[in-house]
T-cell receptor, first 111, second 114 residues
Framework: GDSVTQMEGPVTLSEEAFLTINCTYT??????LFWYVQYPGEGLQLLLK?????DKGSNKGFEATYRKETTSFHLEKGSVQVSDSAVYFC??????????FGKGTTLSVSS | NAGVTQTPKFQVLKTGQSMTLQCAQD?????MSWYRQDPGMGLRLIHY???????DQGEVPNGYNVSRSTTEDFPLRLLSAAPSQTSVYFC?????????????FGSGTRLTVV
């Protein structure tokens, strides 16, 4: 079945550092790919998405490019802030009906 | 427009008790799904539905039942709660034309089984 693998955390960075969180997927067909973010004590928010190969999703300074040849959707941000501290989840939509998530990566940013 | 509403927000159960977690959406979405979130495990799909009267199992369906009698509601039933079901539960919805554009999540139910 479909699955998502993302890098284990926690990731600890200083403010203004560069962030990469790796995500790879296995899926049949042509799924869409998502990054969700969960801030402490809150629910899930959609951060960005890409619906087809070579699409780049972007939001709040975060970017991820849908790479079909490497089945990857790595999340990047050029300069992280303390307010970016959260848990980040990579996901794909299984047959378009429900989401399959990775295990999540906890990001902690210190000033 | 309330989106996806989950009730209750918190619940403590004793082992063996039963309960129903409620999920309702007012966006006329056909697709609804339930997830559980556990530390280090991410969110795992329990059950999902593509429309009224249609449900299917996800990755971790054991110990949970669902039904979908209306488009709006997708309750999750625990028939005999176990400590292993202590978790945070999220409900989500979308529609066939929107799945590529994200899913709407409820705020979650934190369940503790003692």
């Amino acid at each position: 079945g479909d699955s998502v693998t993302q890098m284990e955390g926690p990731v600890t960075l200083s403010e203004e550092a560069f962030l990469t969180i790796n995500c790879t997927y296995t899926a049949t067909g042509y799924p869409s790919l998502f990054w969700y973010v969960q801030y402490p004590g809150e629910g899930l928010q959609l951060l960005l998405k890409a619906t087809k190969a070579d699409d780049k999703g972007s939001n709040k300074g975060f970017e991820a490019t849908y790479r079909k040849e490497t089945t990857s959707f790595h999340l990047e941000k050029g300069s992280v802030q303390v307010s970016d501290s959260a848990v980040y989840f990579c996901a794909t939509n299984q047959a378009g009906t429900a989401l399959i998530f990775g295990k999540g990566t906890t990001l902690s940013v210190s000033s | 427009n309330a989106g996806v509403t989950q009730t209750p927000k918190f619940q403590v159960l004793k082992t063996g008790q039963s309960m129903t977690l409620q999920c309702a959406q007012d966006m006329n979405h056909e697709y609804m799904s339930w997830y559980r979130q556990d530390p280090g495990m991410g969110l795992r799909l329990i059950h999902y539905s593509v429309g009224a009267g249609i449900t299917d199992q996800g990755e971790v369906p054991n110990g949970y039942n669902v039904s979908r009698s209306t488009t709006e509601d997708f309750p999750l039933r625990l028939l005999s709660a176990a400590p292993s079901q202590t978790s945070v539960y999220f409900c989500a919805s979308s529609s066939p034309g929107r799945t590529n554009y994200g899913y709407t999540f409820g705020s979650g139910t934190r369940l503790t089984v003692v």
